[in-house]
């Protein structure tokens, strides 16, 4: 079947720690985001790329970088510089620009 | 930035009966999409409406777009227990093809 794939469902980490957070699809799209979802708001993007090797910021990438060495995979690292990690991370894919997006089911990152 | 505001924020209806929710818009946009996301989980796209159409329609799904007014409501006819999630709308401005979403509509389907 194809899709996205998150890993892992629950994270926890202590402050001050890097943590990355995994995202795969094989759906063969070549653009890939990543969005934050705090309770009972809307999501809110992180950075995307569009190809293979670039990337750009979205509305709040602070604390956050990404790499897109493979068309499948787009990482995200949560930083120590992220002054209010702890969220529910949704990674999504699609075909291009102005296209529906598929979602993987979310990573639930909790820093204390 | 989110760009796009649904209404209300939450809705609790008795299975059977329909549940309708808006969503209004700042900019002009390309497209406007809706999606579905059960709790704890990601989001799954339902339907995608096109500035220039004024409806649409998938299953119990009715979608209506107004542009002169920036909104959008979704009609779920006939709900039922699985209709329970909450559901966003997201638009694209047309100098900006990246996706904006509102807050969601939370709908509860009572037995």
């Known amino acids: 079947d194809g899709g996205i794939t998150q890993s892992p469902k629950y994270l926890f980490r202590k402050e001050g720690q890097n943590v990355t957070l995994s995202c795969e699809q094989n759906?063969?799209?070549?653009?890939m985001y990543w969005y934050r979802q705090d309770p009972g708001q809307g999501l809110r993007l992180i950075y995307y790329s569009q190809i293979v090797n670039d990337f750009q910021k979205g509305d709040i990438a602070e604390g956050y970088s990404v790499s897109r060495e493979k068309k499948e995979s787009f990482p995200l690292t949560v930083t120590s510089a992220q002054k209010n990690p702890t969220a529910f991370y949704l990674c999504?894919?699609?075909?291009?620009?102005?296209?529906?997006?598929?979602f993987g089911n979310g990573t639930r990152l909790t820093v204390t | 930035s989110q760009q796009g505001e649904e209404d209300p924020q939450a809705l609790s209806i008795q299975e059977g009966e329909n549940a309708t929710m808006n969503c209004s818009y700042k900019t002009s946009i390309n497209n406007l999409q809706w999606y579905r996301q059960n709790s704890g989980r990601g989001l799954v796209h339902l339907i995608l409406?096109?500035?220039?159409?004024r409806e649409k329609h998938s299953g119990r799904l009715r979608v209506t777009l107004d542009t002169s007014k920036k909104s959008s409501s979704l009609l779920i006819t006939a709900s039922r227990a699985a209709d329970t999630a909450s559901y966003f709308c997201?638009?694209?401005?047309?100098?900006?093809?990246?996706?904006?979403f509102g807050a969601g509509t939370t709908v509860t389907v009572r037995a």
């Open positions: 999504a894919s699609g075909r291009g620009e102005r296209s529906p997006l598929h």
């Open positions: 997201a638009t694209d401005a047309n100098n900006d093809y990246k996706l904006s």
């Open positions: 409406i096109r500035s220039n159409e």
């Open positions: 759906l063969n799209h070549d653009a």
